[in-house]
């Protein structure tokens, strides 16, 4: 009788077990690395911004909430930011001494969900609970 070599049933059951829990382990993970991504493009994108609408003021004496009139003078890459499709950017207040811009999450698990800074650069989100968008309350 000829002795086959090979790995039996039993071993590639092991071995299937144990990439699925080391996957379902690494999942969440990737997930949250994606988050932290997406969330760190809307705040250098809030943070472009805001500097466009300080240079702003500094020669209009008030905020303006068009983001066009930023781009065309005041050097704001709107083209990036609106190419981003994991947010809708808009300066939500826009007075003399006021100054708020939101990002709202269009897709995924935070759909919905805002990022905003002020005139200070304070950066603020609407739920406190998400800690993978690296935002201390």
């Known amino acids: 009788m000829v002795k086959i070599k090979g790995f039996t049933l039993i071993e590639l059951l092991i071995v299937v077990v144990v ?3 080391l996957v379902s382990l690494a999942i969440p993970n990737y997930m949250t690395s994606i988050e932290r991504t997406k969330a760190g493009r ?3 994108n809030l943070q ?3 500097s466009s609408e300080s240079w702003y003021r500094a ?3 008030i905020y303006t909430d068009d983001l066009g009139l930023l781009e065309a003078n005041w050097g704001l ?5 609106l190419n981003d499709t994991a947010w809708t950017y808009t300066v939500d207040q826009a007075e003399p001494i006021d100054l708020n811009i939101v990002a709202e999450r269009n897709d995924g698990p935070y759909s919905g969900e805002t ?6 650069g304070k950066l603020t989100i609407s739920d406190n609970t998400i ?3 690296g935002v201390k309350p």
């Open 19 to 21: 990439v699925g829990i």
């Open 42 to 44: 809307a705040k250098f």
């Open 59 to 61: 020669h209009e004496d």
């Open 48 to 50: 472009a911004i805001r």
């Open 131 to 133: 800690e993978c968008w």
């Open 77 to 81: 890459p709107l083209a990036q930011i």
């Open 115 to 120: 990022i905003s800074m002020d005139e200070d």
